[in-house]
């Protein structure tokens, strides 16, 4: 494979479309009341986003307090145990606050100071999002609510006092089955009625037009350093980039500066959970199909009415029922593969990595760390595998010992 040039400034993918679908999927789906927001933070987000002012700003931050760049890493001793590629770790964990969710909680805030509203709302399942957003609340003075079911609020008390100690105001969800979706829907109906002064921040590529779009690209610029580092360190780019799947944000956020480069295989990795039973996993292309939930057209996990089935897996940040339009549209076009990771097999994974590289990677992580060990050893000594580390696995030690007995 011969060296590339970085990618044009420009955006080659002009997806979405005006109304905002990837094909078919994505859109926007939401009640009346909702429509003149989002109309207007398409606008807002287009202006901000060829504003050179607020792209400084945003690099600014991504790198002062967000702590970009993050380092390209050769994990040479889960290379050797594998006995193919060469394995590298895209290390998003070292972000402040753990995880790649800051690029976007950051740009967001960003965005609503630009458009003069003070008051941020958000929804989060096991936390991360919700300290992310907290975060970088208290660094820009704006007033913060984070809804949570009550459920995850007892599964993950530690990150209820972290957002608590930052200043948010944590409301606990007591509908439906008191988990992420619920907390959602909780948020939404905040923003109907709270909307002149309010700007939601949706944690994943996920849900209505723009959010799908925005949030990408805020995290395009994991594979945008990914490229450029691997170029001065290889002189080439990799020959597949591995990443799990929640709604499909670190995702997509590290495949899209390489979705031209048909020589990069990009896999995506699901959560399989306790193996492929209804009710059992969240690996939205295993046994979903095509429907709309909280705002958005994409595959979904339902039973033959239409009712979101449960979902189950050992990260929460991947126990969702939906997955993010664009990676609907990108597997129909077999540009992204997808695959999934048992819990099983993300359990041994997590002390695997653990114990050869030093580094306690995220139980959402450690999915694409199981494909990526898998397809390593397919692969020949002169071939490069990256996986993008989204998170550190700090939050998860306790549960896993606890699981570990
Ligand atoms: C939230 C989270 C995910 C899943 O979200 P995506 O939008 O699919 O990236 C993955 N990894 C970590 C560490 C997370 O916190």
Redesign the pocket.
């Known amino acids: 494979m011969s060296v590339s040039r970085p990618p044009p400034a420009a955006d080659r993918h002009s997806l979405p479309d005006a109304s905002g679908h990837f094909g078919v999927y994505g859109g926007v789906f939401v009640p009346e009341t909702l429509m003149t927001a989002l109309e207007e933070l398409t606008a807002a987000y287009t202006e901000a986003k060829g504003d050179p002012k607020f792209q400084a700003e945003l690099r600014h931050h991504l790198k002062e307090f967000a702590g970009r760049p993050t380092e390209l890493y050769f994990a040479e001793r889960l290379t050797q145990h594998a006995g193919g590629a060469k394995i590298y770790l895209k290390r998003e964990d070292l972000l402040h606050t753990g995880?790649?969710?800051i690029n976007n909680a950051l740009g967001q805030a960003l965005l609503a100071r630009r458009m003069g509203k003070q008051r941020i709302i958000a929804e989060t399942g096991?936390g991360?999002?919700g300290v992310a957003t907290a975060a970088v609340c208290a660094k820009f003075g704006l007033d913060c609510t984070v809804y949570m079911g009550a459920v995850d609020m007892e599964r993950q008390a530690l990150n209820v006092f972290r957002m608590r100690l930052m200043g948010a105001k944590v409301v606990a969800v007591e509908s439906g089955q008191k988990t992420l979706k619920d907390a959602v829907n909780e948020a939404m109906r905040d923003w109907v009625t709270n909307v002149r002064v309010t700007h939601y921040i949706l944690?994943?590529?996920l849900g209505s037009h723009p959010y799908p779009m925005m949030v990408r690209d805020f995290h395009r610029v994991i594979g945008q350093e990914l490229r450029e580092q691997m170029v001065a360190r290889e002189g080439r780019l990799p020959d597949e980039i591995v990443a799990?799947?929640?709604?499909?944000?670190?995702?997509i956020g590290v495949f899209f500066d390489f979705l031209d480069e048909t020589n990069v295989k990009l896999t995506g990795v699901e959560a399989g959970g306790r193996g492929i039973k209804r009710g059992e996993h969240a690996a939205r292309f295993e046994g979903g199909r095509l429907g709309v939930l909280q705002g958005g057209k994409t595959y979904i996990l339902q039973n033959e009415d239409g009712q979101i089935e449960l979902t189950h897996s050992v990260s929460a940040?991947?126990d969702y029922a939906a997955i993010g339009p664009e990676h609907a549209y990108y597997r129909d076009l077999q540009r992204i593969q997808f695959a999934y990771a048992t819990d099983d097999e993300v359990l041994a994974t997590f002390q695997l990595c653990s114990r050869l590289e030093g580094i306690i990677p995220?139980l959402?992580?450690t999915h694409a760390l199981v494909h990526a060990l898998k397809r390593a050893k397919e692969m020949s000594p002169d071939q490069i595998l990256v996986v993008n580390l989204?998170?550190r696995g700090d939050k998860d030690v306790q549960q896993v010992q606890r699981m570990l007995g």
């Open positions: 995880a790649h969710k096991a991360q999002h944690g994943s590529a799990c799947v929640g709604g499909g944000s670190n995702a940040g991947l995220a959402e992580s989204s998170g």
